[in-house]
């Protein structure tokens, strides 16, 4: 019977589990078993403590097999709710069909006796979770040694392989701590005093669109911020308005990840927005004398804006997650723009279908901005929906819209759509407005805060989104630059320099 399974043919098959060697070193793989043991009997002595470890363990962070079998019953007979003591665990291995395996009621009832108390079984646990991480990452580097001995395998392809599977295993050491309310109502009450001190009122990052600013209050530390439209709407000419606003005017470093555009295109587009000169003189270089003292003075506040392009194309959420690590740690990065989501990728795991994917993509854009402390701001493209529908009404963008997975809607704080009218032909709104030149921002989502709708004015041929109130300063400027094109632009630039002053909301320059 099972019951009377010798003590000496047991130790015979848990010594044969315990001697397994790494293939490379001959080295026992690092493991805890006595502390394997002393938990298991914890959880089967104490009423309650399955839960103090029911988020540090996992099956299979028990060395022996037997030990991860017990494990496994006791687990299933906590999402059961039923009482955890020898008994009961002895019964759900039967049921499974591993009491044999494990060694029998006997082996159950020996773990129990060996056990005094649970005061360390937290500690117990997490030297457990430590060992089986190390068993991971040994596993993890003798496969990706193995396959780069191989010369068969595309190097670029393991490298994804490998982010990916040391991109899973770090997610699995991902652990945060409980927190009483105390200390975070003081951090709270904190971020409220500093936002009471500033003129502006806001408590985030300012994007330098002075309405979009008062409804969001700033973009907020730890939030996934979505801009999303349909193509030729201006998605990249916003996000480089705004990294413009942000580096140039107040000093905020900013990392852009271009997906799309080289980093030499994305820095041209860059400098037809500061500089307001043609966009195919920027090209063909063919430009007035006078327009090269232009391009001279206007670029001088581009050379030390912290502003950091990366241009990896298709890039893995594993590679955005080193990068921005580094960028913040370097450089105190403190926002992310990312150009756009769906061409990102998920570096090599396996996915049902290109919705499943994206859905990874923005729960880990999430998850980075919580890490990190900084908004992310990420462009997404929407479905054709929008073409299809008719009325003026009907070309406004919605939350159903958003291209591939509703998950980006789920895990987004706030969305935002970019709506040029005049792109669909429509120059008057019902109230008899000129929309002319102008794009709405519509804040479609907001979960701390309100929604609406905010209009600013966009220059098309500079790829340029700024204020309304801007627009009279820049006719301004462009007719004394046209009237005397022989003055040097620094005596024609005659508003306060962002840099020196503490009003840089005055000039859109």
């Given at each position: 019977m099972e019951e009377q399974y010798s003590q000496s043919s047991r130790s015979k098959s848990r010594q044969k589990k315990t001697t397994i060697t790494t293939e490379e070193t001959g080295r026992l793989q690092p493991q805890a078993l006595e502390l394997e043991e002393a938990v298991l009997g914890a959880l089967m002595l104490e009423k309650d403590a399955y839960s103090v470890i029911s988020e540090i363990?996992?099956?299979?962070?028990?060395?022996?097999?037997?030990?991860?079998?017990?494990?496994?019953?006791?687990?299933?007979?906590?999402?059961?709710?039923?009482?955890?003591d020898m008994l009961t665990v002895v019964e759900q291995l039967r049921k499974k069909g591993n009491l044999e395996a494990i060694g029998g009621p006997f082996y159950i009832a020996q773990l129990s006796g060996k056990v005094v108390s649970s005061a360390h079984l937290e500690y117990h646990s997490r030297i457990i979770a430590q060992k089986y991480l190390a068993r991971e990452l040994i596993t993890f580097s003798s496969q990706v040694a193995s396959k780069a001995f191989d010369e068969t395998n595309d190097v670029d392809d393991l490298m994804q392989e490998a982010e990916s599977q040391l991109f899973e295993i770090s997610q699995h050491n991902v652990k945060k701590e409980v927190v009483q309310i105390n200390p975070i109502i003081k951090e709270a009450i904190g971020l409220i005093q500093k936002a009471a001190e500033r003129p502006d009122g806001l408590s985030g990052i300012q994007s330098g669109f002075k309405l979009l600013d008062k409804i969001t209050c700033g973009w907020q530390n730890s939030d996934l911020i979505i801009i999303a439209a349909r193509p030729a709407m201006g998605k990249t000419?916003?996000?480089?308005?705004?990294?413009?606003?942000?580096?140039?005017?107040?000093?905020?470093?900013?990392?852009?990840?271009?997906l799309e555009m080289s980093n030499v295109q994305l820095v041209n587009r860059l400098i037809i927005n500061v500089t307001e000169l043609p966009g195919e003189k920027i090209k063909n270089g063919n430009l007035e004398k006078y327009e090269w003292d232009q391009l001279d003075y206007k670029l001088k506040e581009l050379y030390d804006a912290p502003i950091f392009i990366d241009d990896t194309p298709s890039l893995s959420v594993f590679e955005l997650r080193t990068k921005a690590r580094r960028l913040v740690k370097?450089?105190?990065?403190?926002?992310?723009?990312i150009d756009y989501l769906q061409l990102m990728n998920a570096s090599g795991m396996n996915f049902g279908s290109r919705e499943q994917e994206v859905s990874a993509i923005s729960r880990s854009l999430k998850g980075l901005a919580k890490e990190l402390n900084i908004p992310i701001i990420a462009l997404s493209q929407l479905n054709r929906g929008v073409e299809t529908r008719t009325g003026s009404e009907g070309k406004r963008p919605q939350l159903s819209d958003l291209r591939e997975s509703g998950a980006i809607e789920q895990d987004a704080d706030l969305v935002c759509f970019i709506h040029r009218p005049e792109y669909y032909k429509i120059y008057i709104d019902e109230k008899g407005n000129d929309l002319t030149g102008k794009a709405e921002i519509i804040v479609a989502k907001h979960r701390n805060g309100a929604t609406g709708d905010v209009l600013l004015s966009f220059k098309k041929e500079y790829a340029r989104f700024q204020n309304l109130d801007e627009d009279q300063i820049v006719q301004e400027y462009q007719s004394r630059l046209n009237s005397q094109s022989d003055i040097a632009p620094a005596q024609l630039y005659s508003h306060k320099n962002p840099k020196t002053e503490n009003t840089p909301s005055d000039t859109p320059f």
């Amino acid at each position: 019977m099972e019951e009377q399974y010798s003590q000496s043919s047991r130790s015979k098959s848990r010594q044969k589990k315990t001697t397994i060697t790494t293939e490379e070193t001959g080295r026992l793989q690092p493991q805890a078993l006595e502390l394997e043991e002393a938990v298991l009997g914890a959880l089967m002595l104490e009423k309650d403590a399955y839960s103090v470890i029911s988020e540090i363990l996992r099956p299979e962070s028990f060395y022996d097999k037997g030990h991860e079998l017990i494990f496994s019953a006791i687990q299933d007979l906590a999402i059961q709710q039923k009482p955890i003591d020898m008994l009961t665990v002895v019964e759900q291995l039967r049921k499974k069909g591993n009491l044999e395996a494990i060694g029998g009621p006997f082996y159950i009832a020996q773990l129990s006796g060996k056990v005094v108390s649970s005061a360390h079984l937290e500690y117990h646990s997490r030297i457990i979770a430590q060992k089986y991480l190390a068993r991971e990452l040994i596993t993890f580097s003798s496969q990706v040694a193995s396959k780069a001995f191989d010369e068969t395998n595309d190097v670029d392809d393991l490298m994804q392989e490998a982010e990916s599977q040391l991109f899973e295993i770090s997610q699995h050491n991902v652990k945060k701590e409980v927190v009483q309310i105390n200390p975070i109502i003081k951090e709270a009450i904190g971020l409220i005093q500093k936002a009471a001190e500033r003129p502006d009122g806001l408590s985030g990052i300012q994007s330098g669109f002075k309405l979009l600013d008062k409804i969001t209050c700033g973009w907020q530390n730890s939030d996934l911020i979505i801009i999303a439209a349909r193509p030729a709407m201006g998605k990249t000419a916003f996000v480089l308005s705004m990294s413009k606003n942000m580096a140039v005017n107040y000093n905020i470093p900013v990392a852009v990840f271009s997906l799309e555009m080289s980093n030499v295109q994305l820095v041209n587009r860059l400098i037809i927005n500061v500089t307001e000169l043609p966009g195919e003189k920027i090209k063909n270089g063919n430009l007035e004398k006078y327009e090269w003292d232009q391009l001279d003075y206007k670029l001088k506040e581009l050379y030390d804006a912290p502003i950091f392009i990366d241009d990896t194309p298709s890039l893995s959420v594993f590679e955005l997650r080193t990068k921005a690590r580094r960028l913040v740690k370097e450089h105190h990065i403190k926002c992310i723009i990312i150009d756009y989501l769906q061409l990102m990728n998920a570096s090599g795991m396996n996915f049902g279908s290109r919705e499943q994917e994206v859905s990874a993509i923005s729960r880990s854009l999430k998850g980075l901005a919580k890490e990190l402390n900084i908004p992310i701001i990420a462009l997404s493209q929407l479905n054709r929906g929008v073409e299809t529908r008719t009325g003026s009404e009907g070309k406004r963008p919605q939350l159903s819209d958003l291209r591939e997975s509703g998950a980006i809607e789920q895990d987004a704080d706030l969305v935002c759509f970019i709506h040029r009218p005049e792109y669909y032909k429509i120059y008057i709104d019902e109230k008899g407005n000129d929309l002319t030149g102008k794009a709405e921002i519509i804040v479609a989502k907001h979960r701390n805060g309100a929604t609406g709708d905010v209009l600013l004015s966009f220059k098309k041929e500079y790829a340029r989104f700024q204020n309304l109130d801007e627009d009279q300063i820049v006719q301004e400027y462009q007719s004394r630059l046209n009237s005397q094109s022989d003055i040097a632009p620094a005596q024609l630039y005659s508003h306060k320099n962002p840099k020196t002053e503490n009003t840089p909301s005055d000039t859109p320059f």
